[in-house]
């Protein structure tokens, strides 16, 4: 990874934007520099371009004719090493969110909404931060997620380790996932899903395939499964598909972001009453990012996006985590407030 990050080094004292990630299981850890700072954004999808959308606006992409791309094989030649989490629980951050999920639970029980996916902002304070450590770390840790740490100086730093797949095409065929609930790891992965989850992730799942059979000649659904993403379980569903030969990505987008995973149902309203309600800006959480139109490692013609999960904004010496819960009727805010909790542990021990 030397040699990308020697490269990451010199566009941040030229203040040039760059991402670098890997995929998920993949060795291939890929760099995409940008020879100027400007900020191209997308409307129609159709550029080849590595994209990266927020929750709500215009979509940042750097497009291929713009940038450099760089390779390294992710190996590790050296231990690893845990860090000590903070523990410490803000009371005032804690009676907030659990504030903000009952009225999330009564709006539900009122009919109003089937699902909420309700969320909260962290920071932490970094005495020193070492990005070329964290990313490693986050590589290490997550094998199984899409690893990146993206840079705009117009924009900012972002880093993440996502377990969720948005959507993904090649010759018109697609695969996507739904993907809800969340367990601690504790050794297994066969565990008890309550109904509550169950039934979080069916919402999920129904309302990805209902939309998605206006694009498509064939759609196939699996059986959810318990899956792991670091030191959290989750319930994932996967979804894929032929795609019509008049499909476009841009159609494709707007039915899918954000999905219920990450806003709710209807989405219109979950995502009114989201950006009423949390009390912040959500930024780039949930929005999504990866490969538009273009495999920059085999140089093929296709699409990876993944949704912006796990992530964490890097503003001078402090680190922005946010992390969301899905909420139904059956919710729990308490139990809510401790899956956020659980979620902001994992992503500071990688700091």
């Given at each position: ?49 590595f994209v990266f959308a927020p929750f ?16 390294n094989t992710v190996y590790f030649d ?265 979620k902001t542990q994992t992503m500071k021990?990688?700091?």
């Amino acid at each position: 990874m030397k040699s990308i990050f020697e490269k990451v080094k010199i566009q941040q004292k030229l203040h040039l934007p760059f991402v670098v990630y890997r995929k998920p299981n993949s060795k291939t850890l890929i760099g995409i520099f940008q020879n100027d700072d400007h900020l191209y954004f997308t409307e129609d999808f159709k550029q080849e371009a590595f994209v990266f959308a927020p929750f709500s606006g215009f979509p940042v992409i750097f497009p291929m004719e713009k940038s450099e791309v760089k390779f390294n094989t992710v190996y590790f030649d050296h231990e690893i090493v845990d860090h000590d989490c903070l523990t410490d629980e803000n009371p005032v951050e804690r009676e907030s969110f659990i504030q903000l999920v009952q009225k999330g639970v009564e709006v539900i029980k009122d009919g109003i909404f089937n699902k909420l996916v309700l969320s909260r902002t962290e920071a932490v304070h970094l005495s020193d931060f070492n990005l070329e450590a964290v990313f490693e770390r986050i590589l290490h840790h997550y094998g199984h997620a899409f690893c990146y740490c993206w840079f705009h100086p117009k924009v900012g730093m972002w880093i993440g380790a996502t377990p969720e797949k948005l959507f993904s095409a090649k010759e018109y065929k697609f695969q996507t996932m739904a993907l809800a609930g969340t367990q601690s790891y504790a050794g297994t992965d066969v565990v008890f899903w309550k109904n509550k989850e169950r039934e979080e992730q069916e919402f999920v799942t129904d309302f990805i395939v209902e939309k998605l059979k206006k694009e498509s000649s064939e759609v196939s659904v699996s059986d959810a499964y318990t899956t792991r993403a670091g030191s959290l379980l989750h319930l994932r569903t996967d979804i894929e598909g032929v795609l019509n030969q008049d499909a476009n990505l841009k159609n494709i987008i707007d039915i899918l972001h954000p999905t219920p995973a990450v806003c709710g149902l209807p989405k219109d309203l979950s995502k009114a009453f989201i950006e009423n309600n949390e009390g912040y800006d959500r930024e780039y959480y949930s929005g999504f990012l990866g490969e538009m139109n273009y495999d920059y490692n085999t140089n093929e013609k296709s699409t990876d996006l993944y949704v912006n999960l796990r992530c964490m904004k890097i503003e001078h010496n402090t680190a922005h985590l946010f992390v969301g819960c899905g909420i139904t009727r059956d919710s729990n805010p308490e139990a809510e407030w401790k899956e956020t909790v659980n979620k902001t542990q994992t992503m500071k021990k990688i700091l």
